[in-house]
């Protein structure tokens, strides 16, 4: 075990893969533009290349690549760039298994940072996960720790299908135990981060830490949460979310994307649908105010779910019964 | 480039008469069997001398890519044409189990990759293939074919300037005919309306660009072969613009269901009434010519030349009788492949 940063750790997830398999690619935007890069040095410029700003051609190409036998990972930076190619991401990299009647695979990895609400404004804050969740044929990953970091991106770079990895920008130097050697974390398998009998609480990327931050101060309280990271949202795990709410029977969904565009109100959907039974009260959602995240650092903090917030829809739930 | 030999100019024709069967095949089940083709089908009759000339230089290890207009390619490339004209009706034996249709066939053991619905969105899908050639140092190269309403799109923009700038083995085949479904190459392309080859938009990004009569088989061969050539070597890729002539309307009706399909007019003659321009391209149609031509310099008989048409005649009426008999696909065979 090694106490890695979380972007270090999804290097070394991408550094094990490139090692031990010599058809995977590592492009974008910034990079490689030196012989002293890392991955430049490790795999060579045929597998390691900068790409202009060109994001439609960037994932396209990936597109081809997979197709043509390779395993592309795109380094995207942020999430809102693929809103550029939004067609290569959503309309052809999933679409081409199905159409061609199972004749090729599609191999490859979109990695893009998310969620940066720390002064960057409108336009690099945004929490697209949800927009992604539901189309056939992507899945998609968001990690929460660093061992998951390395664990999924390894994972995402063998998978035979395209995977949106989403790595939060806010726990890009946050530190965490990461495995030495061969790390690989199973897609469609939730974790329990803090287990707990009165409230379950579901939550993605930095909003997990939120999450566990609240359960601590609704312990004070004599409240006892339990924490749900589904870690990947396509496959989603329901089955570890059902079980926990039938043992607390409460739900609260938390997620960072303004309310009609969640991973939590799908999941609050599902739960509904599955596990109606086990509720004493109904589902609350605690998601971004339905605003653009604003610039000014009082207005972002207000628009973003914080441990307050969380822990009064915890109360509200646990003062219901049913 | 070596010209193309008797066999091999006959081994032309024969293709181009099966591209061309198999279109008309396509067009009449909208009479014969109403119904039994759904959704939207784009023919490529006037431009399969584009299509043979350029394919023609197509190896083993190559591949080859292209748009929603999509039936010539794999038929040169050795597909099934059974398979194929059961994919078009939706069937159990359609090359893609009924799942992708006229719009999508692919045939990846024949190196026909994939197709994009989405207008210039599979021209970067050939640059990555090309990338995938390149780290295999073995020559090959990757056909990209698209229109010439593609070249108004980011995704050529984006590609061709990383394709030249890694000089990648891929050949870029711009079909140009004319239209893009209602409007004029004048209409929304400022070289074309400035008068200019759309081939020069090669020089913005540093690519050799040409414009070849896509209607003459063997300078369409001449000129691929060059840019396949240079591809082969490492040089990088070259934009070729082949002017064609759509001779039918860009698809069948858009209609909901229940109002049969069928084809309508061309748009030249049913949107600008421009019969002339219209019956000057079905005078100069290049299969009829290119079949005249052989038959005159004496490289095949009208006899011989008759009973490739029979022959080819003969597999696509099986090939429409095959994919009406074939059986629709099992309900549950929707939720297969969706991941691998």
Redesign the interface.
Known sequence: MAQLPFIAAIDAGIHQEMKRDSSV?YFGQNLATTENHDFVKAYGH??V?V??I?E???????????????R?VVELYMAEFMLVAM??VV??APR????????????LVLKAGFGFACGWAGQHTGSLTALFMGV??L?VVVPSTAADAKGLMATSIRD??PVVFLHHYLLTLEHGEVPDGEHLVPFGQATVRRTGTDVTIVSTGWMVNRALAAAELLAAEGIQAEVIDPRTVAPLDLDTILKSVAKTGRLVVVDQAPRHATVGGIIAADVVEHGFESLKAPILQVNARDATVPYSEPLEAYVIPDEARICAAVRKVCKTAR | MSVPSADQQIEMLTQMLRIREFEERVKRTFTDYPGVIRGHTHLADGAEASIVGSLSHFKKGDAALATYRCHGYPIVLGSDTRAMMAEILGRADGLCKGLGGSMHLTDVKNGFLGTSGIVGAGIPHAAGAAWAAQIRKKGEVVFCFFGDGASKQGAFAETLNIASLWKLPVIFVMENNGYNVVTTSAQEDANAAAGQPLAIKATSFAMPGVTVDGTDPLAVAATVGEAVALARQGGGPTLVESKVYRLSAHGNIIAPPGVPLHYPEHEAIAVFGKREEYEAALRGDPVPRFRGMLVQNGTLTAAAADAITRKVADEMEAAVKFAVASPFPALESALDNVYA
């Open positions: 690619l045929d597998r290349r790409t202009p060109s439609t051609a960037e994932i396209g190409m990936a597109v081809g690549a997979a197709m043509a036998g390779l592309p067609d290569q309309n052809e081409f298994r199905y159409m061609s009647g199972g004749q090729v695979k599609v191999p056939p044929g899945k035979d299908n």
